[in-house]
């Protein structure tokens, strides 16, 4: 490449600062979103599900984007958090070299500990890049993951409510 050609000159500064202030922001745990629990004041105990929460990663193995979708449910105890919240813890972990089967965990236990609850649950659909566009290049697949705790772990009614809801999706 030829880094004196006007549009390449200063094309590795960009790279650097996107990958340090956008790609991987989520390493700064500076960058965690800021959360307030509100009281379950009217004492929900049923299953509170967000889907469709879109993200992106970095393949941690080959520098590769993926990007997919997940669905987060929880069922409540003493708290419940902003619905948008969810969607930027989703995105927080995201943002650095990552493996979906950790970052599908990540959401999970973050969401057990800030909520005081273990009843969360997390599904994440994504096509990874490293494996559509190198390698085997199969442009169809896309890779599942779930980590459930609680009631989702141990009951199999409360397990088969939040599938149906992961189906609808």
């Known amino acids: 490449l030829d880094l004196t050609d006007d549009?390449?000159?200063?094309?590795?500064?960009?790279?650097?600062?996107?990958?340090?202030?956008?790609?991987?922001?989520?390493?700064?745990?500076?960058?965690?979103?800021?959360?307030?629990?509100?009281?379950n004041k009217m004492l929900i105990a049923e299953m509170i599900t967000v889907r469709d929460i879109t993200f992106t990663s970095m393949c941690e193995h080959h520098f590769v984007m993926f990007d997919g979708k997940a669905t987060v449910a929880y069922i409540p105890e003493n708290n419940i958090i902003g619905l948008s919240?969810?969607?930027?813890?989703?995105?927080?972990?995201?943002?650095?070299?990552?493996?979906?089967?950790?970052l599908t965990q990540q959401?999970?236990?973050?969401?057990?500990?800030?909520?005081?609850?273990?009843?969360?649950?997390?599904?994440?659909?994504?096509?990874?890049?490293?494996?559509?566009?190198?390698?085997?290049?199969?442009?169809?697949?896309?890779?599942s993951t779930i980590s459930l705790g609680g009631r989702f772990k141990t009951e199999q009614i409360t397990r088969q409510e939040f599938l149906r809801s992961v189906s609808h999706s």
């Open 7 to 39: 549009s390449l000159r200063g094309t590795p500064g960009r790279i650097a600062d996107m990958f340090i202030n956008e790609v991987f922001s989520g390493l700064d745990y500076a960058n965690f979103p800021k959360i307030t629990l509100m009281e």
């Open 85 to 102: 919240k969810i969607n930027q813890i989703v995105q927080f972990f995201a943002q650095r070299p990552q493996i979906q089967e950790r």
């Open 107 to 143: 959401v999970r236990v973050t969401l057990q500990t800030l909520l005081g609850t273990p009843n969360v649950a997390v599904s994440m659909n994504a096509v990874h890049f490293c494996v559509k566009a190198r390698g085997i290049k199969d442009q169809t697949s896309a890779t």
